[in-house]
């Protein structure tokens, strides 16, 4: 018996079935954060778009999450089990009726959905001759709103802290620090009105400023990644998720979903490499992670 298999029974189907989607789904996010950081944006990358039509996107939220629903099977499978999990908890339907859809049609699928987990869980491991740039050279990404997601939004929520609407925000009400951030993501900024007059202000008043727009404008994303600092953020995500759910999983269970998960990917260990041994220490990550996704809910 797989060991999500163990893990899942006794709970919820909406639990046993989407959580280790998104435990899975989040080293393939990681996947793509790591790119991005190596090859930042290219600006070739959105020429079937102007400008304006680009920056709009950090506005536009209900496109963006419309457009992710129906199109993201475009990059490929890796994700779709997760998507249809996250637009099926984010339906209108009530949770009572999402609990009674799913124990009707869990038992059936849940097979199934676990040996597409496992299919899934190898896909992450390392390949002996990797495709470089699985995702961000991948022929399919050209719609301005893949690219965004990619490029933008993941490394924002994971790295920053914070999702782009709010950096773009204050960058354009002069924060430095936000303005810094964004630029190292997204140099087509400077086509803003509002930042291209920080610019010239900074180059006439601050030469500080102006010099550190600079080193953003021709630098990479700053800050360290590691998967330990996104699994936290998925973990938190999970536990939240699960209370409004009301089904709430506490963390001893979810770090064991890591392990489970950890364990069927063939890993030669009994614990997720990437999280700590010490329960108290993940416990007051996954507190802190609740936090912020709080904000988002």
Sequence with gaps: MLQIEKWAKDKPFIIAIGAPQLVIAITKSFDILSQTKTNGLSIEGIQNSSPKEWLSLYYRRKHLTNWFFSEIGKIGSDFELPIKFIKFIESDVSIEEKQKIM???????????????????????????????????????????????????????????ELPLILFKKARSKDIDALDKLLRLDKTLICDRR???????????????????????????????????????????????????????????????????????????????????????????????????????
């Design 103 to 161: 124990a009707l049609n869990g038992k059936e699928s849940l097979k199934n959905v676990y040996n597409s987990t496992i299919s899934e869980i190898k896909s992450t491991l390392p390949d002996p001759e990797p495709e470089e740039d699985l995702y961000l050279n991948n022929d399919s990404i050209k719609q301005p709103e893949l690219l965004f997601l990619l490029k933008i939004l993941i490394p924002c929520v994971f790295l920053y802290g």
């Design 195 to 297: 930042i291209s007059e920080q610019f010239a202000e900074a180059a006439s008043n601050n030469k500080s400023n102006f010099d550190l727009l600079n080193s953003a404008l021709q630098g990479s994303i700053s800050g360290k990644i590691s998967i330990q600092k996104a699994k936290y953020k998925m973990a938190g995500f999970i536990s939240l998720l699960s209370e409004r759910l009301e089904c709430k999983l506490l963390a001893p269970e979810i770090k064991s979903l890591f392990d489970a998960v950890s364990v069927d990917s063939g890993i030669d260990a009994l614990i997720d490499p990437d999280l700590p041994n010490a329960p108290e220490a993940f416990a007051k990550a996954v507190q802190r992670e609740r936090n912020f996704w709080k904000k988002y809910f």
